[in-house]
């Protein structure tokens, strides 16, 4: 059974940091491309940021130069930096792996920034 485990989520004030973790288990991990994803009340769920089994790396506009994303290939992981946060970055965030056709998620972690 493949499983995305999200850990991390927390309330922080806007300025503050923030790192998420993923461990995917199931997969043969070094193949997937890992990306995060959030979804924001009343909004769609975006891309944030993605790497790929060879540590390229795409970012949304709205988080570049604040978030880093990042592998680690001997814990089966990827994580999410999140510095200088602001209140529009408030969402659940979901881990997902994706091969060709193989496409998994995780349940998600809460990311509330506020004074």
């Known amino acids: 059974q493949v499983q995305l485990v999200e850990s991390g989520g927390a309330l922080v004030q806007p300025g503050g940091s923030l790192r998420l973790s993923c461990a995917a288990s199931g997969i043969i991990f070094s193949i997937y491309t890992m990306g995060w994803y959030r979804q924001a009340p009343g909004k769609q769920r975006e891309l944030v940021a993605f790497i790929t089994s060879v540590s390229g790396t795409n970012y949304a506009d709205s988080v570049k130069g604040r978030f880093t994303i990042s592998r680690d290939s001997a814990k089966n992981t990827v994580s999410l930096q999140m510095n200088s946060l602001k209140p529009e970055d408030t969402a659940v965030y979901y881990c997902?792996?994706?091969?060709?056709?193989?496409?998994?998620w995780g349940q998600g972690t809460q990311v509330t920034v506020s004074s």
């Open positions: 997902n792996a994706n091969w060709i056709r193989n496409d998994y």
